[in-house]
C-alpha cells in the first residue's frame, strides 16, 4: 500500500509539475518592451515559431509587423516593442522535435500593468467615481456648516432671552415709564359745559344787584 501510494504521489506531482511549467507569466508596464522566452525550445526540440493572439504566426517564413515583433532563431524568445493593454494574453510557443516529429507547445501569458497616474487621468469610470467622491465630500462640508450655524444662532438667541430675563423690574421702569395721554382722566361733555357755564360766577351774582341798587338811587332823586 505504501508503494503504490508513493507512485500515486509521484505522479500527481510530475502531472502538476507539468502543467505549471507549460504556463510562464511575464509582467511588464505599458509602453516597454516585453521578452517572452520559449519554454519549448529544450535539448530535445527546435524552436518553430509563436502563435499570437487572432492565430497569427510570428517565425521564419512568417513574419508579422518586423517593426513590432522580433524574435530569436535559435532559442525562439520573442520581443513586442511597446506594448499596450491590448496586447496582454497568451502566447504559445511551438517547438518539434529533433529525432521525431512531434511537437512540444507550451505557452507564455503576458500581463500588462498599467501606471496608475495614467488610469486616474485617462479611465473613465474611475473619474466618474472621482467626480462622485468630490461631491460627497462637498455636500458633506456644506452640511456640517449650515448645521454650525444654526447652532451658533440658536445659542445667540437663548443668550438674548436670558439677558432680557435677568433685567429688574426698577430697571424696566426706569427705561420704560414714560406718561402717557391715556393715563390721564378723562373729561367728559358735561364737565366741559358745567366748567363753560360757571366760568365767571361773580358777575352773574353782582350784575342784578348792582342794577337794583342803580334803580333804588334813581327813585330817591326824584
Known sequence: MEAIAAVMLS????????????????????????????PSNDDHHRFQFWQLQGDQI????NEVNIAKYKYE???GTLYIKSVS????GFY???????????????????????DWEEVWETDTETNVYRVLVVVAALML??????????LIKRRRS???????????????TAHGGSYNVSNLPSMTQTNISTSQGMENPALDTDFPEGFKTLQT????RM
Open 158 to 172: 437663548s443668550r438674548f432671552r436670558d439677558m432680557s430675563d435677568e433685567e429688574s423690574p426698577d430697571e424696566g
Open 85 to 88: 493593454t491590448a496586447e496582454a
Open 92 to 114: 504559445k510557443c511551438i517547438s518539434k522535435g529533433l529525432t521525431d516529429p512531434s511537437f512540444n507547445i507550451q505557452g507564455v501569458e503576458l500581463v500588462v500593468k498599467k
Open 217 to 220: 338811587t334813581s327813585d330817591s
Open 58 to 61: 510570428v517565425g521564419p517564413g
Open 73 to 75: 532563431v535559435l532559442s
Open 141 to 150: 462640508l456644506l452640511g456640517l456648516a449650515f448645521f454650525a450655524y444654526r
Open 11 to 38: 505522479i500527481w506531482a510530475a502531472v502538476l509539475d507539468s502543467v505549471v511549467s507549460q504556463f510562464i507569466v511575464q509582467e511588464v508596464n505599458v509602453g516597454s518592451t516585453a521578452v517572452l522566452p520559449c
